[in-house]
């Protein structure tokens, strides 16, 4: 299987930071989420955050609008974390958060997600930070990351494997990113490929 080298920003429809002014506070409203409230197992934690009123979520630009199959993705101090977007919901993120839409026609979400949470891709974004009370990874640096991807169809393949796993940290960091571990003339589990072309290191338990 041929592996491809694309950027982020490639891949995605749009990469985005949250709103850069501070939100209006309200009692009830729209969930205000920030760092503090990511959980150990990459989700949000409701249960404890604050509010905006919804005509300041009504009024946000609509790629800053979380829906299905996004991710988000800290990017100042706690930097590296993401979080996929399983389920409708209507909420807000501080600016210390990017927001990724992929692009369906060039990944599948989930796939994405499961690069971005391995150790490789947390050590590209440890390059990438800069500062040093708060290391904070620019949007044109997250833009310019670079992921290798097999074809559609293998993608899938893999999060048909990694799905009924959940979102499991650990579990995705031992087997996300084999299928694109590709080095040339080495065809998978060790073959020879004279053709010279890149070839992915596929998981043995892929079906079909």
Known sequence: MICNKYTLDEICKSISYGDH???????????????????????????????????????????????????????????????????????????????????????????????????????????????????????????NMEVELPEIDVQKKIVAILKPQGMSVDYASRLALLPVCCKRKVRPYGGNNHSGEKTCCLPRQIPG
């Open 21 to 143: 002014q501070p939100p209006p506070k309200s009692d009830s409203g729209i969930p205000f989420v920030t760092i503090a409230n990511i959980t150990k197992t990459n989700d949000f934690d409701f249960s404890d955050t604050m509010y905006v009123p919804r005509e300041y979520y009504d009024s946000l630009d609509e790629k800053k609008r979380p829906q299905v199959g996004d991710i988000l993705y800290s990017v100042v101090g706690s930097f590296g974390i993401p979080v996929y977007i399983k389920k409708e919901r209507a909420f807000v993120f501080q600016r210390h958060i990017a927001i990724l839409r992929p692009n369906t026609e060039k990944v599948i979400p989930e796939f994405l997600y499961y690069i971005m949470m391995s150790k490789d891709f947390y050590m590209k974004a440890d390059v990438a930070a800069v500062g040093a009370a708060q290391r904070t990874i620019s949007l044109a640096s997250l833009r």
